[in-house]
């Protein structure tokens, strides 16, 4: 009830705009799985206000026709089915009504990612390849992959390097700005340090 961050007690975000806010997220993650491309420490992600705002409406319209799918072809596709709901029942702790004053936070999706490897897993034993043209398609898939993950590790390696992609990627957060500032602070590049923390 007093926590600044994150609760019901928050007096700039209430449950109902952090719902509709969710509804847009929960496409942003998913869309992440498939393609993980534009990976922020610090997301700059715009409050939905109300069910119009920033498609959040139909950011809900999606999950209800995908849930509703899910349940009626439950039977024709028991684990896409099973993954989904997964999915939404493990990210609902931090993405549906519980206010949390970061709206878009990557690791959200570590453990509700096992949903959504059941609905691949569901795709995968339905195509009809050779084994072969399978294994060479998905070791491809792979190395496109770790690949990603090397180049973003790369990024993660170093502070500055990090929290400088950052910033150039949530310009107008202050966090991602101190953040740099005090990077460049701890390699005594102080001149920078205090152009960020006046930036910050």
Known sequence: NTSATAGFGMKDLNWSEYFFSQCRAI??????FVLPSGQNVDHEFAV????????ALFGLL????????AWIYRRAFPLASYGWFTFLLLLAPTSSFIPIR??????????????????CCEGLRRVRLSRPVLVAALGCIAAVFAFAAYQRNQVWGDAIALWKDTAEKSPN?????????YA?????????????????
């Not at 939905?48 to 498609?55: E, F, K, P, Q, Y």
């Not at 999606?62 to 799918?69: G, H, N, T």
């Open 27 to 32: 496409w942003v993650y998913i869309r992440m």
């Open 48 to 55: 939905s206000r109300t069910v119009l705002d920033h498609g």
């Open 62 to 69: 999606a999950l209800i026709a995908v849930s509703v799918a």
């Open 102 to 119: 970061d709206l878009l936070v990557e690791r959200r999706l570590y453990l509700p990612f096992i949903g959504l490897l059941l609905i």
């Open 173 to 181: 957060k202050s966090r991602p700005a101190f953040q740099l500032a």
């Open 184 to 200: 460049y602070y701890s390699e005594n590049r102080c001149a920078e340090a205090a152009s960020e923390y006046e930036k910050a």
